[in-house]
């Protein structure tokens, strides 16, 4: 395609319940990463996919976090017993290589998550 | 830890008027810096990256230096338009291991410019 995308694009959701949120990246793009952005903050880091493998998760808040990206394109992040603190714009984004010691991130739309 | 902060947090500015940005990070071991804006309930848009060993960028109404030693960024954006009004923010990442995929980023500066 010819930019990032994300489904779904709102996602309301009760506390306690599981999501998954898809990322497409740009065609070729080799490295994805996924933000959490919070009202009136920059966003967060989260995780770093090099091809298949999370080359950082340093960023996952914790282990109802989980991201999988099986054939180095699509990403799923998936938040187990959702929270009400989960609720947040999580953004996706995909760069060329990111093995070039920082080459430009392109960013999808983001996914607007609400745990009531 | 990287930590990056903006100043100001907002700007209201008339139409016309040459404006600038700032933006201060801790530690100076980054591959380059990163602008970014962002619309109301949008993704984010790359403006400019400069890379460590540039000392700025430019394009078209916006120039980004970049100064590792103070650890300081500017953005400028000369003539100001109302179609510039969004948030701006500012991200790093870090050099070394594998977090240089990882941009720490500041929390923005909302521009708002009236006609």
């Known amino acids: 395609g010819a930019g990032v995308s994300q489904t779904p694009s709102n996602k309301v959701t009760e506390k306690g319940k599981y999501v998954e949120l898809r990322c497409d990246p740009i065609s070729g793009h080799t490295a994805l990463y996924w933000y959490r952005q919070s009202l009136g903050q920059g966003p967060e880091f989260l995780i770093y996919?090099?091809?298949?493998?999370?080359?950082?998760d340093s960023g996952l808040p914790n282990d109802r976090f989980f991201a999988v990206r099986p054939e180095g394109s699509v990403s799923t992040l998936k938040i187990q017993r959702t929270e009400r603190g989960d609720s947040a714009v999580y953004l996706c984004a995909s760069s060329p290589n990111g093995l070039a010691g920082g080459d430009t991130q392109y960013f999808g739309p983001g996914t607007r998550l609400t745990v009531l | 830890k990287q930590e990056v902060t903006q100043i100001p947090a907002a700007l209201s500015v008339p139409e016309g008027e040459n404006l600038v940005l700032n933006c201060s990070f801790t530690?100076?071991?980054?591959?380059?810096l990163q602008w970014f804006r962002q619309d109301p309930g949008k993704g984010l848009t790359s403006l400019l990256l400069i890379q460590s060993s540039q000392r700025e960028q430019t394009s078209g109404r916006l120039n980004a230096s970049l100064d590792k030693s103070s650890g300081r960024s500017t953005l400028y954006i000369a003539a100001s338009q109302p179609g510039d009004s969004a948030t701006y923010l500012c991200?790093?990442?870090?050099?070394?291991?594998?977090?240089?995929?990882?941009?720490?980023f500041g929390q923005g500066t909302i521009l708002t410019v009236h006609p």
């Open positions: 996919f090099q091809g298949t493998g999370a080359a950082d």
């Open positions: 991200a790093a990442p870090n050099a070394g291991g594998t977090s240089y995929g990882k941009l720490t």
């Open positions: 530690d100076s071991a980054i591959y380059n």
